[in-house]
Each structure stands twice: as C-alpha cells, then as structure tokens.
C-alpha cells in the first residue's frame, strides 16, 4: 500500500501530496446521490474525469428545442478572473484508467460488474472505492480484495453502519474493560417494513448486522443457522434470527424484526466477569453489581479522511476489504442456511 517514503505516487509520475486525482465509472456528475455525491473536493480530493461506461444509454428526444443563448454576465474588471477546472468525460473506460491524474477510482455501475470495474482499475495501478454494495458475490468481493492486495493498493466501501452510536459505545466500553474474549453476544435490531417489502429483511440488512457483530466479537464462527419469519410461505421474510456457534466457545445471535411489541437493548453481551447493555448510544458495564457506563465517543474516524490517510501515509483502513468478504461470506452462509433449514459450516 505504501512506496519507501511512506506515500503512495499518483500514477504516471504525479505528486505524491496535495489532493487526490479521483475518477468515476458508472456515474455521472449530475447524480445529486451516490458515491460521487459524497466526495468530499477540496484538500483532500479533486474530481478530474469519469466515465459512463456501464450504464444504459442516455434517453434522447426526437426533437431538440431550440434554445436561446443565454447572454453573458458582465465580467467585473475589479476581481481576478479564475480558470474554471475542467473534468475529463471518456466513454472508453480503459482510457480512463491511462489518465496520469487520476489516482482513485470511485466504482458505481451495475451491481454485477462492480467486480470487473474494480479488479481493472487496480490492475491499472489505481486504487478503487466502490459504492455499496461491495459486489454482487463473496466470491467477486474476495477477488477484488485479494487483487487489491496483491497490488498493494487500497480498494474498501465506506460502511457507513460501522459509525452507529451503539457501536461506537460498545466498543469504547470493550475498550476501557479491556476485553479480550467474548462468551455470549446478541444484537436485536427493530426494522422498519420498507427493508423487507422486497426481498425481505435478512437480504436487505443481514450483512450490516453480520458485520458489526464481526467488529464486535473478533471471532471466528462454527457456522451458521437461520430462522427465518415469513408471513406466509414464499413470501419475503419480516425478521429473522441468526444462531452461531463460536469455535473458541461461546455464541453470537442477531435478531431483525418489523413487527411491534417487546423492546430490547440493541446489544447484550457476557465475558467471565463483565456483561454489557448497550442501547440509546450509551454502554453500561456490569460487574459483581457495579456499573460503569461508557458513552459514544466523539472522536469519529471520518472515511474519506482515513482513505487519504491510506492512500497518502499508508494508515491503516478504517473499512478494510477482508472485513467486507468475512460479513458477506457469512451473509452468504445464513442465506444457504434458510434454503437448505440446517445449519451451515462457515
């Protein structure tokens, strides 16, 4: 990921400091939402080029009206004029990826060709954010990840449900614990219907949970068994539960539900000595009838700050790509798990 001097140089020779060349595959500029909505320019980034290969072709009218020019704003002779930046559009996205000043690429597009999008610009040398979802398979993400690797570039998702403030609160409570082994942990999560209205809620938000619990238990898993809830057979599932066996001893259960009725802490754990309730972004540490509690930290890691950090000093990523094929693998494993109604070896 990084060169000797602790940088990473922008391809075809470019400077090693100052804002980041980025491109974009599968957008267009004037998407008010995506990736490239979030891009933060300035210090840190600057948009130079994009191509919209991948996406259908862009609807014509049959006839153009013709349009009056519009006239010219007076130029004041008093203030500076600046030379208005322009950004490259190729509709050939290998040419893209032969820009000098393009350093990252933000991958959009297609959710099936994301890994295709990805693995070409990091086999150009460049390194790659990729709208989520991360890829269309584990399989594809893997790939992508280990490509990324091979070529010591970065390649991550900004996932966004790693900043949820029972998180956060949970993990500065682990933290000031000084926790090292958990025995037993469940994360219940109260779903709204519009996540399951179309395919249901273990495909629309069991990667997110799958991966916090990830984050949380710095475990490896036996296996995976579902158990799903459906309204009637053949119908997308309204709530689900996750059972997991942990290899060093121990269990970890997600719960989703759409459906009212008892509330529960959004996370519950135990180790030998301590237990933790965690909800309304604050985590309370029981020991022996003592109680400490541990708020949600301030000091937030903002993604795109700690990708330039990577891609300039070689910072540790704060969403590294393994920890998006682990979740999605699991992901993968609790979904075959529901179809075949045994557990599943991960």
């Given at each position: 990921?990084?060169s000797?001097?602790?940088?990473?140089g922008?391809?075809?020779g470019?400077?090693?400091?100052?804002?980041i060349?980025?491109g974009?595959?599968g957008?267009?500029?004037?998407?008010e939402?995506g990736?490239?909505a979030?891009?933060?320019?300035g210090?840190?980034f600057?948009?130079?080029?994009?191509?919209?290969?991948?996406?259908p072709?862009?609807?014509?009218t049959?006839e153009?009206?013709?349009?009056e020019?519009e006239?010219p704003?007076?130029?004041d002779?008093?203030?500076?004029?600046?030379?208005?930046?322009?950004?490259?559009y190729?509709p050939?996205?290998?040419?893209?990826?032969?820009?000098?000043?393009v350093?990252?690429?933000?991958?959009?597009?297609?959710?099936?060709?994301?890994?295709?999008l990805?693995?070409?610009a990091?086999n150009?040398?460049?390194?790659v954010?990729?709208?989520?979802?991360?890829c269309?398979t584990?399989?594809d993400?893997?790939?992508?990840?280990?490509?990324a690797?091979?070529?010591?570039?970065?390649?991550t998702?900004?996932?966004?449900?790693?900043?949820?403030?029972?998180?956060?609160?949970?993990?500065?409570?682990?933290v000031?614990?000084?926790?090292?082994?958990?025995?037993g942990?469940?994360?219940?999560?109260?779903?709204?219907g519009?996540?399951?209205?179309?395919?249901?809620?273990?495909e629309?938000?069991?990667?997110?949970?799958l991966?916090?619990?990830r984050v949380?238990l710095?475990?490896?898993?036996?296996?995976i068994?579902a158990?799903?809830?459906?309204?009637?057979?053949?119908?997308?599932?309204h709530?689900?539960?996750?059972?997991?066996?942990?290899?060093?001893?121990?269990w970890?259960?997600?719960q989703?539900t759409t459906?009212g009725?008892?509330?529960?802490?959004?996370w519950?754990l135990?180790?030998?000595?301590?237990?933790?309730v965690?909800?309304?972004?604050?985590?309370?540490?029981?020991?022996?009838g003592?109680?400490?509690?541990?708020?949600?930290p301030?000091?937030?890691?903002?993604?795109?700050?700690?990708?330039?950090d990577?891609?300039?000093?070689?910072a540790?990523l704060?969403?590294?790509?393994a920890?998006?094929v682990?979740?999605?693998?699991?992901?993968?494993?609790?979904?075959?798990?529901?179809?075949l109604g045994e557990?599943v070896?991960?």
């Amino acid at each position: 990921m990084t060169s000797d001097e602790g940088t990473v140089g922008a391809p075809g020779g470019g400077t090693a400091r100052g804002p980041i060349g980025v491109g974009a595959v599968g957008v267009v500029p004037e998407e008010e939402t995506g990736i490239l909505a979030e891009l933060p320019q300035g210090d840190l980034f600057r948009f130079v080029a994009f191509s919209d290969e991948g996406l259908p072709p862009a609807p014509r009218t049959e006839e153009l009206e013709e349009l009056e020019p519009e006239e010219p704003e007076a130029e004041d002779p008093g203030e500076p004029q600046l030379e208005e930046e322009t950004t490259a559009y190729y509709p050939d996205y290998n040419v893209l990826l032969q820009d000098p000043e393009v350093e990252l690429v933000l991958v959009g597009g297609p959710l099936a060709l994301r890994r295709d999008l990805s693995v070409r610009a990091l086999n150009a040398g460049r390194h790659v954010v990729v709208e989520p979802p991360f890829c269309e398979t584990a399989l594809d993400a893997e790939r992508l990840a280990k490509t990324a690797i091979r070529r010591g570039l970065v390649a991550t998702m900004d996932v966004k449900w790693r900043d949820d403030e029972d998180l956060r609160a949970l993990r500065a409570a682990l933290v000031g614990e000084n926790v090292s082994t958990i025995q037993g942990a469940f994360l219940f999560c109260a779903a709204s219907g519009a996540e399951a209205a179309s395919s249901g809620l273990l495909e629309q938000i069991g990667v997110s949970m799958l991966d916090q619990t990830r984050v949380v238990l710095r475990q490896d898993i036996k296996s995976i068994s579902a158990h799903l809830q459906r309204p009637a057979p053949g119908k997308p599932d309204h709530g689900f539960l996750l059972y997991m066996p942990l290899r060093s001893g121990g269990w970890a259960i997600c719960q989703a539900t759409t459906l009212g009725g008892a509330t529960f802490p959004r996370w519950t754990l135990y180790t030998a000595q301590t237990s933790f309730v965690v909800s309304g972004g604050r985590a309370v540490a029981i020991t022996a009838g003592a109680e400490r509690t541990y708020g949600n930290p301030e000091d937030t890691v903002n993604f795109w700050q700690n990708l330039y950090d990577a891609i300039r000093e070689g910072a540790e990523l704060k969403c590294h790509p393994a920890d998006i094929v682990r979740a999605m693998k699991w992901h993968e494993a609790a979904l075959e798990s529901d179809e075949l109604g045994e557990p599943v070896i991960v």
